[in-house]
């Protein structure tokens, strides 16, 4: 009897450790396959990650090709705008293609943003540690993220090229008709020649103005009143051409002064002038006009 109670509480020992380590097999072989699971759908979640990734670089790539182009159409907008200031006969053109601009800056850098944005989240989900725990979720948003980015996203800014060719277009024309203007203002322009540097021999010759700063101690050109005289302008704001000596495009700033030289010696000649123009009204030298002119180019 004695031998029979001794062998019970062993047994029942051993009974009891069988069951612990039948527990603790059956908890590593659930954990274990648990995390054979976890790190399966985790894996699954990478491919799709890297794969919807590498999509995405490749249309950032070609969204830079759309960036690239339409930086280059604003460059030539901004140059023809610059170009055009005070060379338009109206500015409505130059209105219209600043209006242009302005919009178009603002398509650029929206979709910028936009792609930006795509891409700093991208970047943040491949970099960020992950949970080897985790079930890969972070990793499928962030491939739906980048899934919703296509070229669609940028296309904007793919018409900015084409919606700046017309008001570009419109300015260079504007460009071109002020420019025709000019060309028409300075055909029409009064040109007087100053056809040699001297004195009296010279200006009795009549064939157009003479240098006589040699003489008059500054700048000055004269002629006789019948020889051109009458004709030279004396309006203050008009624009002349002199050719010969002195040549070079001018304005008249009016008559400043006139002598009489009967009366009037060489110390009455103006001085302080770019050039001074003399000539004797209606040929009489008791009305000797000096007209003053500035150089302009």
């Known amino acids: 009897m004695s031998g029979s109670h001794s062998s019970r509480p062993e047994g029942r020992a051993r009974s009891s450790r ?15 396959g648990g995390a054979v699971a976890l790190n399966v759908a985790r894996g699954a ?13 490749n249309t950032r790539a070609a969204a830079a090709d759309v960036f690239t182009t339409a930086e280059s159409a604003l460059d030539s907008a901004r140059t023809t705008l610059s170009d055009s200031e005070g060379k338009v006969l109206v500015e409505d053109s130059r ?27 991208a970047e943040a989900t491949a970099s960020a540690s992950t949970d080897i725990f985790g079930t890969g979720s972070e990793l499928r948003d962030g491939a739906a993220t980048l899934a919703s980015f296509t070229l669609t996203n940028v296309s904007d800014v793919t018409t900015v090229a084409d919606e700046l060719a017309a008001p570009i277009a419109d300015v260079t024309a504007a460009m071109a008709a002020w420019q025709a203007e000019q060309d028409r203002i300075i055909a029409a322009r009064y040109t007087n020649h100053v056809h040699a540097v001297g004195w009296i021999p010279e200006l009795d010759e009549c064939i157009g103005s003479v240098d006589l700063t040699a003489h008059y101690g500054t700048p000055a050109i004269a002629e006789h009143w019948s020889c051109g005289g009458k004709d030279f302008p004396d309006e203050p704001g008009t624009i002349i051409n002199l050719t010969g000596e002195r040549a070079g495009t001018y304005r008249v700033e009016g008559i400043v002064l006139m002598l009489n030289q009967h009366r009037a010696t060489i110390a009455d000649i103006p001085h302080g002038y770019d050039l001074i123009y003399q000539t004797c009204q209606n040929g009489q030298s008791s009305t000797m006009s000096l007209t003053a002119l500035t150089k302009l180019d």
């Open 95 to 121: 209105t219209a293609l600043a209006a242009a601009i302005t919009a178009a800056e603002q398509r650029v850098e929206d979709a910028d943003a936009r792609l930006t944005e795509a891409g700093d989240s």
């Open 18 to 32: 069988r069951w612990i380590v039948a527990l603790a097999i059956v908890l590593v072989v659930g954990v274990g």
């Open 45 to 57: 979640a990478q491919d799709v990650f890297d794969a919807q990734y590498a999509e995405f670089l």
